[in-house]
């Protein structure tokens, strides 16, 4: 990817830009396709999407579907702005509580997330572990939940108070993910989730 001399000095130069207009900016560079590009307390992260990834992400998404039903508002890779200095995630998945709707731009707000999914990546693994985790917890998602093909664990974080989870589950890929204790209310089977 190319970026102008001209426009890196505007960037440079200007005041600090919203989200709105960081994304508006990236929008006209040349993303490459397959890549997902998310902005984590002000640095843009670029990560492109593995097989491996996306099949998780479906395996997840049929469960989720099968649980909640066709109608449910679940979403894969779309932004979602979270509290702190320039967060605009798009998660993996992102499932709403019922009855939630998306604001004016077509976005929920963190407050609505029931469940978060997040599939490392080897570019991702510091952001999803540390800074997302963080946030995550901060906007009280109840659940928050990354699936590891490099480890082939899952992390489950739920309990979400004073800006940290209190409780953490780690299950090898194969065993079940028992989520009945949260408001998802369901076993998360990872017997077919693939490893790298």
């Not at 505007?10 to 998310?38: I, N, Q």
């Not at 990834?53 to 579907?65: G, N």
């Not at 693994?125 to 109840?142: I, M, N, R, T």
């Not at 309990?159 to 998802?184: A, C, I, M, N, Q």
Request: hydrophobic content about 35%.
């Amino acid at each position: 990817m190319t970026v102008e001399l001209t426009d890196r000095i505007e960037m440079a130069d200007s005041e600090e830009l919203t989200l709105d207009e960081l994304f508006e900016r990236l929008e006209h560079m040349p993303v490459p396709e397959g890549y997902k590009v998310e902005i984590v307390e002000g640095t843009v992260h670029m990560s492109p999407q593995r097989r491996t990834h996306w099949k998780i992400i479906r395996r997840v998404l049929r469960q989720l579907e099968d649980h909640f039903g066709g109608d449910a508002e679940i979403d894969s890779d779309v932004r979602i702005d979270f509290p702190g200095h320039l967060n605009g995630f798009a998660p993996d998945l992102a499932k709403a509580v019922e009855g939630a709707t998306p604001d004016d731009k077509g976005r929920f707000a963190p407050r609505d997330l029931e469940f978060v999914l997040e599939v490392i990546s080897r570019g991702t693994g510091a952001s999803d572990y540390g800074g997302k985790k963080a946030v995550y917890a901060e906007s009280e998602v109840p659940v928050y939940l990354i699936a590891d093909p490099y480890q082939r664990k899952c992390h489950l974080f739920t309990h979400p108070k004073g800006g940290e989870y209190r409780s953490e589950l780690t299950v090898t890929f194969g065993e079940p993910v028992d989520l009945t204790g949260t408001s998802l209310g369901l076993v998360l089977s990872t017997e077919d989730f693939p490893r790298d």
